[in-house]
């Protein structure tokens, strides 16, 4: 079964950073672009960032620029996402998933994790 498990969320206070983590089981994501996916209440799923296969090329929504780091281990099998100097605006479900491309511009996702909670409050 192919899945895509999400941790590392929780409560950090608005200033604070968290690192969240994409594992990958069933299959391998040295051939998949991986992007990272939040949801905030009440509002649409938006995409975050993306990483290339081999981690060459990396992409970022503007609203988290110069805060948020993509980043991958395949030999562990992993995809990170470094965030720091998190706003209030951050708070939301942040799940990964794996588009059907080595790539960024993929066509679609072919596997999705269950999320992971990042709550920013003071």
């Known amino acids: 079964q192919l899945q895509l498990v999400e941790s590392g969320g929780g409560l950090v206070q608005p200033g604070g950073s968290l690192r969240l983590s994409c594992a990958a089981s069933?299959?391998?994501?040295?051939?998949?672009?991986i992007g990272w996916f939040r949801q905030a209440p009440g509002k649409e799923r938006e995409g975050v960032s993306c990483?290339?296969?081999?981690?060459?090329?990396?992409n970022y929504a503007d609203s988290v620029k110069g805060r948020f780091t993509i980043s991958r281990d395949n030999a562990k099998n992993t995809v990170y996402l470094q965030m720091n100097s998190l706003k209030p605006e951050d708070t939301a479900i942040y799940y990964c998933?794996?588009?059907?491309?080595?790539?960024?511009?993929?066509?679609?996702?072919?596997?999705w994790g269950q999320g992971t909670l990042v709550t920013v409050s003071s």
């Open positions: 998933a794996a588009g059907a491309s080595s790539s960024c511009q993929y066509r679609y996702l072919e596997v």
């Open positions: 069933g299959f391998t994501l040295d051939y998949y672009a």
């Open positions: 990483i290339s296969s081999s981690g060459g090329s990396t």
